[in-house]
């Protein structure tokens, strides 16, 4: 049970939504974004979060969206991690978003909801990562498409009042050979130890990490340590390793030098695994 009291807004349009927004926190109501809830929702009966006010963008067509425009699939911030494996129009996207949480939970958790999570996995960025995809928000000027390292460093970081619409990913990422690695401490179903994806276009591999440190990431000079074709396998993967010690991290689900001899294995499989593709 949430112990306190809040006002619930469901706009039909994007305007509208931000508007209310604005109106509420200039009212001192604290009003938050709601998308899936499911995060927002636990904090909230727990006592870590409150707000005086629900802004729900579900019912707001823009956000909804799933499917392709030209050459660009579309994937809007309200849709479920569900709808993504369901479609599976982007098969990396689909991989990641069925290894998150249960099949219950996944009809709940938005694309949206996930991106901006406080929990530090944040596991759908890493496709996006990996494609640059583009993000478009939404907030008092309207609307703005941006490249997803322009407000995605460790966390989606928006200006109070703005919200995630929808992010689009060109057609060419979609075919590419892909790895997905999640090594858990138990289940299947679990935070991830190491999460390591990536894609192989053009013959350059590209990685992306969450679970290694705080924040989920990918870096062009561990791309360029991976695709040294003048070092082995296990010579990369030490420099890689190396690299990363500062910021691997140490938890419940492992130590930081658990972490850094799973990379490395990791790191080697995957290369083995591309080596003729």
Do not use: W
Request: charged content about 25%.
């Amino acid at each position: 049970m949430i112990s306190f009291d809040f006002e619930y807004y469901r706009p039909d349009t994007l305007k509208e939504a931000v508007d209310i927004f604005l109106k509420l926190d200039k009212e001192g109501k604290s009003p938050v974004y709601y998308g899936g809830g499911t995060e927002l929702i636990s904090m909230a009966r727990v006592g870590s979060q409150s707000f005086g006010a629900v802004v729900d963008i579900k019912n707001i067509p823009e956000c909804k969206v799933l499917g392709f425009n030209a050459d660009t699939l579309c994937l809007g911030s309200a849709i479920t991690l569900s709808d993504i494996t369901e479609a599976n129009y982007f098969p990396l996207l689909s991989k990641t978003a069925g290894r998150i949480a249960d099949h219950t939970m996944q009809g709940k958790i938005t694309f949206g909801g996930n991106l901006a999570s406080t929990i530090i996995y944040r596991e759908t960025v890493l496709p996006l990562l990996l494609t640059n995809a583009r993000l478009t928000v939404a907030g008092k000027n309207g609307l703005a498409e941006v490249e997803i390292g322009q407000v995605f460093k460790e966390r989606l970081r928006l200006q109070k009042g703005e919200f995630l619409v929808k992010a689009t990913i060109d057609k060419k990422f979609l075919i590419a050979p892909y790895f997905h690695v999640k090594k858990t401490k138990n289940e299947k179903i679990d935070y991830p130890l190491i999460t390591a994806e990536g894609l192989k276009l053009d013959g350059y591999v590209r990685i992306a990490f969450s679970g290694l440190a705080s924040y989920p990431f990918r870096e062009a000079n561990i791309e360029n340590m991976l695709n040294d074709s003048s070092l082995e396998f296990s010579q990369r993967a030490d420099k890689i390793v190396q690299a990363l010690s500062g910021v691997i991290t140490s938890d419940l689900y492992g130590s930081a030098e658990y972490r850094k001899y799973v990379l490395k294995n990791t790191i080697v499989n995957i290369l083995e695994t591309l080596k003729d593709q």
